[in-house]
């Protein structure tokens, strides 16, 4: 016996209510996440001014100095900070800048952006190195016209360094193997997933020889440093104790912010200090919504 299959149509018109539904849906969405886009990027530009009629900036490079996509950003954005040194330079009120550094440091070429910004500017700049002021951080520090450390403060590391994990040995245990695919022979240096070469060794050890010696040289001209044995003592790219700094030249007077402000008032003639803060105000603070959020479900 033959099976009878009947198909039954939709109406056009129940067809086109579901396609204006799907419509109006997407549009939603895209106006939502247009709507959020432009709030973030709101949320990024906008920088508030604290007391105004401050005669001193006091700008802070703390935690890791990077740049970030999103809202994972780096705590010490170089886009941020050298934005606040921009302003601190065109307000006529702010007679110099105080640079307050407790950071390991971070990416070389961000740590050269903020390094170049303390570097050319005009007014009266000092670096005051809290707990730690290293590497990336230091290289900021060394472009200050005055550099002042805690005497047990953590400077120097005056290096690169640029080690990775390697799990090749890992995936093989477990039957995992890595097929190799490249347009070029050194293509994927520095994968996870395969051992380097010798040669390839020797490549990433010599790039990270000429970054060494630009960070060395930039740190040495920057500090004015010609002694042969401090040099030498530097270029080990080792945490020296603040006290240690001092004997080096990588700072120029061990204290704090008193010191700072002692120094500032010398230079820019003022009988007292008064700072003008600079800080990104998010109309919509979204990593602390997700704090507060992550910390009710736990």
Do not use: C
């Amino acid at each position: 016996a033959s099976k009878k299959i009947f198909v039954q149509a939709q109406p056009q018109n129940a067809v086109q209510a579901k396609k204006s539904s799907s419509v109006k849906w997407f549009l939603v969405i895209a106006a939502v996440a247009g709507f959020l886009f432009l709030l973030f990027s709101a949320a990024k530009a906008v920088v508030s001014l604290a007391a105004p009629q401050g005669n001193i900036a006091l700008i802070s490079i703390s935690g890791q100095i990077g740049t970030g996509d999103g809202f994972l950003e780096s705590p010490a954005n170089p886009d941020d900070i050298i934005g606040m040194i921009g302003q601190a330079e065109e307000d006529s009120k702010v007679k110099g800048m105080l640079v307050e550094i407790n950071s390991p440091g971070g990416s070389p070429v961000a740590s050269e952006e903020l390094m170049k910004a303390v570097k050319n500017a005009k007014k009266p700049t000092v670096a005051v190195i809290r707990d730690i002021g290293t590497s990336g951080a230091y290289w900021a520090a060394s472009a200050a016209d005055y550099v002042v450390a805690s005497p047990v403060s953590l400077t120097g590391s005056v290096g690169v360094t640029a080690s990775y994990l390697e799990f090749s040995q890992l995936l093989e245990n477990y039957g995992v193997r890595y097929e190799r695919l490249v347009s070029a022979e050194h293509k994927d240096i520095g994968s996870p997933y395969r051992n380097l070469t010798e040669e390839e060794k020797t490549i990433a050890q010599e790039g990270l020889a000429k970054m060494h010696s630009y960070f060395l040289s930039s740190v040495k001209e920057n500090r004015k440093i010609t002694d042969a044995n401090a040099i030498e003592r530097i270029s080990t790219a080792r945490v020296f104790l603040g006290s240690e700094a001092k004997e080096l030249g990588l700072v120029d007077s061990l204290g704090g912010k008193e010191e700072a402000e002692g120094w500032l008032m010398q230079q820019a003639n003022l009988t007292e200090i008064k700072y003008v803060t600079y800080e990104k105000k998010p109309l919509f603070d979204f990593g602390t919504l997700l704090a507060e959020q992550s910390a009710a479900a736990g």
